[in-house]
């Protein structure tokens, strides 16, 4: 198992729509996800207000470092500022834990590892032609 998340950084954005259930009616029992640094939580929730439907409101999937490949991800993941409930998930697991905790302390280590993988994803065949499907929407599998 490995915990090779860093797909989230960099980029620009993500609607709230796609982690407003951390911020807002949770559960039953709490509106606002435990696992969620409290401060993080206000300054997302000044951003992506409850019931808000602009498409366009976006915050950044890794706040401290939101425009750069490095270990600030797992840093975040470790102040329990990770976006999405995958994220912080990681936490969860004592073999990802670990890997976490490994790689906000030895960043040349991450490096190579993240350089590891985008090799290896990149010897990826692309299938073309009948063999293949351009997806409309990610998240969802053509009809």
Same mark, same amino acid.
């Given at each position: 198992?490995?915990?090779?998340? $860093?797909?989230?950084?960099?980029?620009?954005?993500?609607?709230?729509?796609?982690?407003?259930?951390?911020?807002?009616?949770?559960?039953?029992?709490?509106? =606002?996800?435990?696992?969620?640094?409290?401060?993080?939580?206000? =300054?997302?929730?000044?951003?992506?207000? =409850?019931?808000?439907?602009?498409?366009?409101?976006?915050?950044?999937?890794?706040?401290?470092?939101?425009?750069?490949?490095?270990?600030?991800?797992?840093?975040?993941?470790?102040?329990?500022?990770?976006?999405?409930? !995958?994220?912080?998930?990681?936490?969860?697991?004592? $073999?990802?834990?670990?890997?976490?905790? $490994?790689?906000? =302390?030895?960043?040349?280590?991450?490096? !190579?590892?993240?350089?590891?993988?985008?090799?290896?994803?990149?010897?990826?065949?692309?299938?073309?032609?009948?063999?293949?499907?351009?997806?409309?929407?990610?998240?969802?599998?053509?009809?």
């Amino acid at each position: 198992m490995s915990c090779d998340m $860093q797909e989230h950084t960099p980029s620009v954005a993500v609607t709230c729509a796609s982690f407003s259930n951390r911020l807002h009616n949770f559960n039953t029992t709490t509106s =606002q996800d435990p696992s969620l640094d409290s401060l993080y939580a206000e =300054q997302l929730k000044q951003q992506c207000p =409850q019931g808000s439907t602009n498409p366009n409101q976006v915050v950044p999937m890794n706040p401290s470092s939101p425009t750069i490949s490095d270990v600030g991800y797992y840093r975040d993941v470790l102040a329990n500022r990770g976006l999405f409930t !995958s994220d912080q998930t990681l936490l969860t697991n004592p $073999q990802t834990r670990t890997e976490v905790i $490994q790689n906000t =302390q030895n960043p040349l280590l991450w490096g !190579s590892k993240f350089a590891a993988a985008m090799v290896k994803m990149g010897q990826t065949g692309v299938l073309t032609g009948n063999a293949g499907d351009i997806r409309a929407n990610c998240r969802v599998i053509n009809s």
